[in-house]
């Protein structure tokens, strides 16, 4: 069986070089010699370049006519602007008739006034008006352009500079509302990339801001310095590349959620030892805690230098509108210009 | 459309590309006196890094005296000026006792509510001792007097809308308002040139945002037809809404938008309007209600209005006027109305008073006055700086006029030369515009008088022979010349 498979191959060989040695098979070209094996390599290479030469499959594009996107437009049909109306959303809050102090008019009654955060008593104060009054007189109401194009009034750098007298700070930055203090110092300060520890319990312009500045943000139980203390850590091990990550915490003086005053020589002890900085919102502390009323700084016993950045709203004790943003020089140089050039 | 001389083109990115070069030497340097001095931080990162305030400190800084001028009376038709100096180079500036008078351009004080006023003041003041300057709480706990109830119906009524919903900041009406009004899935299509708060309220609510180009209602429709047809990104789900964002005057360009093309276009393809008129509402229109009234659109057409008050009534906040339902909406879910603190009762009074006057309901016809005088104003305004050769910009009737000034140098050039023939602009370059394109920006007056805008315009004229930013030949009939130019958006 063997020898028969090997005859028949030895055949074969034999038949093939036979036919690579046949006469027309040696033709000399040129002076190069040409054996018959050129042609089967020929030819391979004929096929290789049909095949190359064919177009891959591809299906076909075919964009939508006008005529379909006619009918697609035609069926699309939107969700209406807002929700269905529910009995809750009706709710009307009362109206007050006169100034919201500790006693106020709701319908013709005199009722106590629990709900306003006027913790001085200042609203209705004989002073404060006589003073809003001579300056409404000076100045009109409103400023009419931002502070960069002659909305600067006179008035606006006296004030700034009275509150960092106050507070002991070089210098502070005034803010139209104080919902937006928060929101928008949070990202003038903390860019993408940057870390940020925040306490859960923050109120929701802070959690605004924190959304806005596209940081990282890791939460810590709500005024738990244990949790603080092993967050800072996680974060200080998952980041060895810390000298050019910006990293800060987030606290609340006085909670406006939960009503907890938050321990800041703790804060400040983590801060120095871990290399954080630290943004503090005064709102419902300035003008209430400490012998003086300079807030929580005093009231811990923490000299305000420490603390890198503090915010405060000033409609609670200060019976104002607006916000302040105040901290140490460095801090107030880049904020002044980066919202000046804004 | 601007388009700008060939030469200013190549002239503007020279001055630019020195100053680059030039800021560049001076980082260096800095690095190497702080290496040398050594740093104070301790181990903390610095606040900012490298080019990040790039062009705030070697740019921004060296002519920081043309911002933030301190004034020391109400923002009238003339303001007194507060002098500055500075010793270190303009890297701070100090306030000096020195005062100078100056004709105020800059100013966005439409119907001059901006000084003490005969009808408005006394009853600001009355309102103050009867309400107090805060009333220290949110709207929903005890916020709400009386008088922001009045306030609302005033509004809505002149605007034309059945309710609407008042909030203490307009920057911040719009960046809270659009998060409330559409998410994600949703689709929002904004104009190329709004303004950054509508920027952010677009960004911060997690719809899809795309840009149709300036003011042209044929890219908004095929923009419109193409994300029909294709549906959410990934998903190719349809949309759940569609929301068209556009500005009545946009106050960088000083150009109406053209909206009788836009809501019917928008009207066809069921996507809702959202008109922002913070410089539209009470400067234009024939009895001050916007743009609406202009170009003759019915309000029921525009589902969401929303303004300002800083500008033509002398106040401050901001307004959404729409539906009733859409206002109790807003007043359930929009965290501007529940967290904030309610507007000041004597700017309120100040809106009411000011839409009084404006709509006559005081007894004369002042607000009448106001409105043909400022009309008259800016009309004769443009018309004769456009005869000087300056390129202004922006549609008849509408009191903003930008002029063009290109070169980075012209910026404080212009500024100066124009306050110390006692006249005070604005100017206004990159990042608010594009970097080619800087320009000063002239918001006209209704208390400005004849006699007022004649030396605006020779002290404007003998300053614009002095740094050369008489584009245009001066003629009376505005030829422009086609060859030679690059077309710039």
Not at chain 1, 264 to 293: A, C, H, W
Not at chain 2, 306 to 319: A, I, Q
Request: charged share 20%; proline share 5%.
């Amino acid at each position: 069986m063997a020898s028969v498979a090997m005859d028949m191959l030895k055949a074969a060989s034999d038949w093939l070089t036979f036919a690579f040695d046949a006469p027309f098979a040696r033709a000399v070209v040129f002076g190069v010699n040409i054996g018959g094996h050129l042609f089967v390599e020929g030819l391979l290479v004929v096929v290789i370049i049909f095949l190359l030469s064919q177009k891959s499959y591809k299906p076909p594009k075919r964009p939508l006519t006008k005529k379909e996107i006619d009918e697609l437009c035609d069926e699309w049909a939107p969700e209406p602007l807002i929700p269905k109306i529910t009995d809750d959303m009706k709710y009307e809050p009362p109206a007050l008739e006169s100034a919201a102090g500790p006693h106020t008019l709701i319908n013709g009654t005199e009722v106590i006034n629990f709900a306003s955060a006027n913790y001085l008593g200042l609203v209705g104060h004989g002073k404060l008006l006589e003073a809003c009054t001579r300056s409404l007189e000076k100045y009109g109401v409103g400023s009419c352009g931002p502070r960069g194009f002659y909305g600067t009034i006179d008035v606006h750098l006296d004030c700034e500079a009275r509150i960092a007298k106050f507070l002991g700070t070089p210098d502070s930055i005034l803010y139209s509302y104080g919902l937006s203090t928060m929101f928008s110092a949070i990202p003038a300060f903390c860019k993408k990339g940057d870390v940020i520890v925040a306490d859960e319990g923050v109120h929701w312009a802070i959690q605004n801001g924190l959304q806005l500045s596209r940081s990282t943000v890791v939460y810590f139980k709500h005024n738990d310095m244990e949790s603080l203390r092993n967050m800072l850590e996680k974060v200080t091990q998952e980041n060895k590349r810390a000298k050019k990550l910006r990293r800060y915490i987030v606290v609340e003086a006085v909670y406006q959620n939960s009503g907890q005053i938050a321990p800041l020589d703790e804060i400040v002890r983590l801060k120095e030892k871990y290399r954080f900085r630290v943004l503090l919102d005064e709102s419902n502390s300035l003008g209430v805690l400490g012998s003086t009323g300079r807030g929580l700084t005093e009231y811990c016993k923490v000299p305000v230098d420490k603390i890198d950045i503090i915010t405060a709203a000033m409609g609670h004790a200060l019976a104002t509108e607006g916000g302040v943003c105040t901290g140490n020089a460095r801090v107030i140089d880049h904020q002044y210009i980066f919202w000046a050039a804004a | 459309m601007i388009t700008i001389p060939y030469l200013t083109a190549l002239t503007t990115y020279f001055s630019y590309g020195l100053l680059f070069v030039f800021g560049q030497f001076r980082d260096f340097f800095r690095k190497i006196a702080d290496w040398w001095l050594g740093s104070n931080l301790q181990g903390y990162a610095p606040i900012c890094l490298g080019l990040e305030d790039f062009y705030t400190r070697r740019l921004y800084l060296r002519i920081q005296d043309c911002f933030g001028r301190p004034i020391a009376s109400p923002p009238d038709s003339w303001v007194d000026l507060v002098e500055r100096v500075s010793k270190d180079n303009n890297k701070t500036l100090q306030r000096t006792a020195k005062i100078s008078r100056c004709l105020n351009l800059g100013s966005y004080n439409y119907l001059g509510f901006a000084a003490a006023d005969e009808y408005c003041t006394p009853r600001v003041i009355e309102s103050l001792k009867r309400f107090s300057p805060s009333t220290c709480s949110t709207r929903v706990d005890g916020g709400t007097t009386t008088l922001h109830n009045e306030l609302e119906e005033v509004v809505a009524n002149f605007v034309g809308k059945p309710a609407a919903i008042v909030f203490g900041m307009g920057y911040v009406t719009n960046s809270a308002v659009l998060p409330a009004l559409i998410g994600k899935g949703g689709l929002i299509i904004s104009d190329s040139l709004n303004h950054n708060s509508i920027v952010n309220g677009a960004r911060g609510s997690g719809a899809t945002v795309r840009v149709f180009q300036h003011n042209m209602p044929d890219h908004l429709e095929k923009v419109l037809r193409e994300q029909i047809a294709e549906g959410q990104p990934r998903t190719h789900r349809p949309w759940k809404k569609i929301m068209v964002l556009v500005e009545g005057i946009y106050s960088m360009e000083g150009e109406l938008c053209k909206l009788p093309e836009i809501v019917a276009i928008c009207k066809k393809y069921r996507a809702y309007v959202y008109l922002d008129e913070a410089h539209s509402i009470g400067a234009i229109g024939k009895t001050g209600r916007g743009v609406c009234e202009l170009l003759g659109v019915d309000t029921a057409d525009v589902d969401i209005l929303m303004g300002t008050f800083t500008k033509s009534f002398g106040s401050c906040g901001g307004y959404i006027a729409g539906s009733k339902e859409l206002i109790q909406y807003m007043k359930y879910s929009c965290p501007a109305h529940l967290y904030a603190t309610s507007i000041s009762p004597p700017a309120a009074q100040q809106i009411i008073s000011a839409i009084r006057v404006i709509l006559g309901e005081d007894g004369t016809s002042r607000g009448a006055q106001k409105l043909a005088r400022i009309r008259e104003n800016s009309n004769f305004f443009r018309s004769e700086l456009q005869k000087m050769g300056f390129e202004v910009l922006g549609d008849n009737d509408s009191p903003v006029m930008p002029v063009m000034l290109y070169n980075p140098a012209k910026i404080p050039a212009f500024s100066r030369e124009c306050l110390k023939n006692q006249v005070a602009v604005v100017t206004v370059a990159f990042p608010a515009t594009p970097l080619l394109l800087a320009r000063a920006r002239i918001c006209i007056s209704a208390s400005h008088t004849r006699e007022d805008l004649i030396k605006a315009l020779e002290v404007f004229s003998k300053v614009g022979d002095l740094i050369g930013i008489k584009y245009f030949p001066a003629e009376p009939d505005k030829q422009q010349q086609d060859d030679g130019r690059v077309k710039l958006e």
